[in-house]
């Protein structure tokens, strides 16, 4: 009997469990915004994500409407969140709201870049990869100037490292540039003995008919001659 009442105790307890967990499940799915908020805020419109309404529910608190600090804030935040997950276009639309408001933050500025830099790889891909063809001239123009505009503002260290590879590129190419000289030098020195060698023979041939000329004078003469002078 006790087994029993046990097992009766236990059963409705776990249905109670699962019915509070489906019920948790449902409240997560159909997570909406109120359809005033909406109406204040169009780009709201289709998001569930529990994140993004919460930061929609407080700006629509009516409590939190005229802290315009507050409003800005929560709009950023908002921007960056769409960015992170993804919707890069309502990212965008969401910057340019805040612009219209002359509201300039680096966070803001960021995820404009981050969407975009999304938004243009996606079309790459689609290019490359669905349509097989490269870009064009018109649209090649434009994204070789971004690309030398984001080299000249890469992050400090990352402006030292590419500094020092080019460095050291430089080095190889002067090292490898370096045996044609040591080649040459070999060479000049391997040249030398066979112009002093060239060179020799011409002074020999100018001596040898002078010595001949002494040598035939010395024996044409008389060993009395200097006697017969006196």
Do not use: W
């Amino acid at each position: 009997m006790r087994i029993l009442t046990k097992g009766m105790l236990f059963v409705p307890l776990i249905t109670a469990v699962c019915i509070a967990q489906v019920s948790y499940a449902k409240k997560e799915d159909s997570l909406e915004l109120n359809k005033s908020c909406v109406k204040l805020y169009p780009l709201a419109a289709g998001d569930t994500d529990a994140d993004l309404i919460s930061l929609y529910t407080q700006m629509c608190d009516k409590t939190n409407r005229k802290n315009q600090a507050l409003l800005s804030g929560l709009q950023i935040q908002i921007a960056q969140k769409y960015q992170a997950q993804g919707y890069n276009l309502k990212a965008l639309q969401a910057v340019a709201q805040l612009r219209n408001q002359n509201i300039s933050t680096p966070e803001m500025t960021d995820a404009e870049f981050l969407a975009g830099t999304a938004i243009s790889q996606n079309a790459l891909n689609h290019m490359r990869t669905v349509e097989l063809r490269s870009l064009s001239e018109e649209a090649y123009q434009p994204a070789k100037i971004l690309v030398d505009t984001i080299r000249f503002a890469q992050p400090v260290a990352q402006n030292r490292e590419t500094a020092f590879s080019e460095n050291a590129y430089n080095k190889k190419k002067s090292n490898k540039k370096a045996p044609p000289k040591i080649a040459a030098v070999k060479k000049t020195k391997a040249e030398a003995p066979k112009s002093a060698a060239a060179k020799a023979p011409k002074t020999n041939r100018t001596t040898a008919p002078a010595v001949k000329e002494s040598a035939e004078k010395a024996s044409n003469s008389s060993p009395f001659e200097t006697f017969n002078k006196k």
